[in-house]
């Protein structure tokens, strides 16, 4: 599970930054999950290594036009509704009136392979993989906050006490790594669990913007293993960030904290912090590590590889000794 960001400014896009849109590569199925798409974000795909070929899911948080004016250029350039693969697009009410409408006055059809699905609190998708959820966030229109859960896998298969049973190698390998019970042609029963280790718990991330603080978002980030939260405003303009009902940094850090999570990456940056203000965005940085001290700033292009959990501790382990 890789992320990439190709749009952390809020609002309008600034120079160095687009405005939202997040990228989930899943390497081992060769599909990309789009996380809001703000005007510009095909742009930002053809500079990063994302190929929007293999674009299967999008999800947008609400309707405000830094998370959706990219989607219908997306749409109609990248041969997304055409002979492409599929696409699922998920999103509050009114975003399939809004794609119908542009693609209506703008003479292109969705097509057939395009599913636009309404989002309700709670399962949004699941496979025997991955399921998605999703919380209504508190913002000044209707926004929601996805939790993505990668599923449960089986421990690591001794390969060696597999031999040592003489368990013949080829598809029965493949069922005894799942934890299955395989019953051999020489009438052996096996249970794969006992040729497995400990089961290697799924990983965990959850993307929160636009919000207030908010329960819904802790719940969302419950041990997450990343938290992306919008981190608009510093702690002194909390009361601007209340107005508009977005967070500050010291929000975001409070709801990785509350939740447990391992790391906590901001994004969604007012402009009003740009290089050269009186605030900057390390000062955001630094009020957040403050209250949770794994904290990043994430930037244009930026890419975080979220580690399995065994990989996390004996990496943890070994800086340790």
């Known amino acids: 599970m890789e992320i990439t960001f190709l749009g952390t400014s809020s609002g309008v896009p600034t120079r160095s930054r687009n405005v939202s849109s997040i990228a989930l590569r899943l390497p081992q199925r060769a599909e990309v999950w789009l996380f809001d798409c703000g005007e510009g974000t095909q742009h930002q795909l053809l500079r990063s290594d ?40 998920y999103g509050p009410e009114g975003l399939k009136a809004y794609l119908e409408t542009g693609a209506k006055y703008s003479c292109f ?9 309404t989002v309700k609190p709670g399962l949004l998708y699941e496979d025997d993989e991955f399921s998605i959820s999703c919380q209504l966030l508190k913002h000044r229109i209707p926004a929601h906050g996805y939790r993505i859960v990668e599923q449960d896998r089986a421990g690591r298969f001794d390969i060696d006490k597999a031999k040592a049973l003489r ?29 497995c280790g400990e089961p290697e718990t799924g990983r965990k991330i959850a993307y929160c913007t636009d919000t207030v603080f908010c329960e819904a978002a802790v719940e969302l980030a ?24 977005h967070s500050t940094s010291t929000m975001a850090a409070q709801v990785a904290l509350l ?36 904290t990043k700033l994430a930037y244009d292009f930026y890419t975080y590889e979220v580690p399995r959990r065994r990989e996390a501790a004996e990496k943890k382990l070994k800086v340790a000794s």
């Open 50 to 89: 994302i190929k929007s070929s293999q674009i299967r899911r999008i999800f947008i948080t609400h309707m405000h036009g830094d998370h959706i004016y990219g989607l219908l250029g997306l749409i109609a350039s990248g041969g997304l509704a055409g002979n492409a693969q599929a696409i699922d697009i």
């Open 109 to 117: 059809k969705l097509g057939s392979r395009l599913r636009v699905h």
């Open 167 to 195: 368990i013949p190698p080829g598809p029965v390998y493949g069922k005894l790594k799942q934890g299955q019970v395989v019953t051999l042609e020489d009438g052996r029963v096996i249970n794969g669990k006992e040729l």
């Open 222 to 245: 419950r041990d997450a293993d990343v938290l992306i939260h919008e981190a608009t405003f510093a702690h002194q303009d909390a009361e601007m960030a209340f107005e508009r009902m």
């Open 259 to 294: 939740a447990g999570v391992k790391k906590l990456i901001m994004t969604h940056f007012s402009p009003r912090y740009a290089p050269g203000n009186s605030l900057q965005l390390e000062d955001l940085k630094q009020e957040a590590r403050a209250i949770f001290p794994n």
